[in-house]
């Protein structure tokens, strides 16, 4: 299954970084328009990512959300697990692995009602693929497992989308995606 996945994995990252940059930022700047369409709740927090290598930028997006009045945080891994740190204008972040930046310690936790979540591919199922450390899908399980549903939302441009994502007992469904093509959701949900 490890096979599988690096392959797949390859593939997608492969055509993702094939993308000019004009297209990355405009697809970016995409992804900020369509905040609305998300369809959340008022206050509710919203976990972003800050974008490493090639990956599309979310921060457009976080600061219309946070303009819209949703709390925001980052996630940072301490041990096997994500915890998920605020972000602010004021916050101070700092290098951590893989080549991002998070908030320091001295922000507060908080818990993430919506996940923007970061991928390599994706299908059209909803199934995610990561980078193969599978934090998100602990995190996912960990909020859960006490009572805390999370919406998932994938952040991709359209050319990590692959015809099959090879899945796992442990792995977690996006209910949607956001491209710079638009809004896609995967599961029949109220209002959806």
């Not at 994502?165 to 959701?185: K, N, S």
């Amino acid at each position: 299954m490890g096979a599988r996945k690096a392959a797949v994995r390859k593939q997608a990252l492969a055509r993702r970084a094939a993308l000019p940059l004009p297209e990355r930022i405009e697809a970016s700047l995409m992804l900020a328009e369509a905040a609305g369409l998300l369809g959340l709740p008022g206050g509710v927090t919203v976990a972003g990512f800050w974008p490493i290598r090639d990956e599309i930028d979310p921060r457009p997006l976080l600061f219309r959300l946070g303009e819209l009045g949703h709390p925001l945080c980052l996630p940072v891994v301490v041990g096997p697990r994500l915890v998920f740190r605020r972000l602010t204008r004021e916050t101070q972040l700092v290098r951590a692995g893989f080549g991002t930046v998070v908030p320091d310690e001295r922000a507060p936790e908080l818990t993430p009602d919506v996940l923007l979540m970061p991928l390599s591919a994706y299908d059209d199922r909803g199934w995610r693929l990561g980078y193969g450390r599978g934090y998100y899908d602990t995190a996912i399980a960990d909020l859960m497992a006490v009572g805390h549903p999370v919406r998932r939302i994938g952040l991709a441009f359209s050319v990590q989308q692959v015809d099959h994502v090879p899945t796992e007992p442990h792995d977690q469904p996006l209910e949607a995606i956001l491209t710079e093509q638009g809004l896609t959701w995967f599961n029949k949900r109220e209002g959806a």
